[in-house]
């Protein structure tokens, strides 16, 4: 059929192979919340934001339902959250978080990535210091008036609230994110999406072969399906 048509079913085929990955993710931070606090959605905020970024992936709902049902159960397995810590090539900080069920399986795998790009796997604790945790929320920005969003949510730790294709963008610390969750969820905005993300406070420059590299080895740690994010300090 020509190198056009492979071309468009390579595209789709990795489309459809980082979608699986994102409900794959999105399944254990489900798990994770009701296994914390039960699998009610009203009276479990962790498990409402999870729900929330599911719709915003476009999972569908009776992934969603399956996944909150399996949770529930007492056979289903538990999952750890662990994160690990390490220099890439070139001196580049990543922190990996994972969501495992067997977190000796998982650090072996996180010493082969990095020992095999000529990085080195830290102890825990060791890069955290180079990194903020920030809670990111994502509104619709249709209809809402930036000024008096952002004197509103100041009591609430909005530490930057900006607007970028068609989107708001806010900011918190790490121990403002449960409030502020909150407070959007009271004045009904449209919540595209929560998380947490870890910020670094400096970064590395370097070349665009070196990025290549270290891009190479993030896509590498990513396709572990017990890793939920990877952070980096490259520029």
């Known amino acids: 059929m020509g190198r056009a048509f492979e071309f468009r079913r390579a595209r789709k085929e990795k489309r459809w192979d980082k979608m699986s990955k994102a409900f794959t993710k999105l399944g254990r931070e489900i798990a994770i919340s009701v296994k914390q606090s039960g699998p009610d959605p009203a009276s479990n905020p962790r498990l409402r934001v999870a729900i929330q970024n599911g719709k915003a992936l476009n999972m569908p709902k009776d992934k969603i339902e399956s996944a909150i ?3 529930s159960s007492k056979d289903e397995k ?31 795998n996180m010493r082969v990535f990095f020992s095999r790009s000529g990085g080195t796997l830290g102890t825990a604790g060791s890069l955290d210091f180079m990194f903020d945790r920030k809670g990111v929320f994502r509104l619709a920005a249709d209809g809402v008036e930036l000024e008096e969003l952002e004197l509103d949510l100041i009591d609430f730790g909005a530490e930057d ?6 989107e708001i963008y806010i900011y918190t610390s790490f121990k403002d994110f449960g409030a502020m969750q909150k407070a959007l969820e009271e004045r009904k905005l449209n919540i595209i999406s929560s998380e947490l993300q870890r910020i670094p406070n400096t970064t590395t420059e370097l070349s665009a072969e070196q990025e290549e590299e270290i891009l190479t080895l993030i896509d590498k740690i990513e396709e572990d399906d017990d ?4 952070f980096h300090n490259m520029k």
Not at 79 to 98: I, K, N
């Open 161 to 166: 609230i900006f607007v970028e294709d068609g």
């Open 227 to 230: 890793v939920q994010n990877v």
């Open 69 to 71: 049902k399996r949770a």
């Open 78 to 108: 538990d999952f750890q959250e662990v994160t690990y810590e390490g220099y890439g090539p070139h001196g580049v900080a990543l922190l990996v978080e994972c969501a495992s069920d067997n977190p000796t399986r998982t650090v072996s």
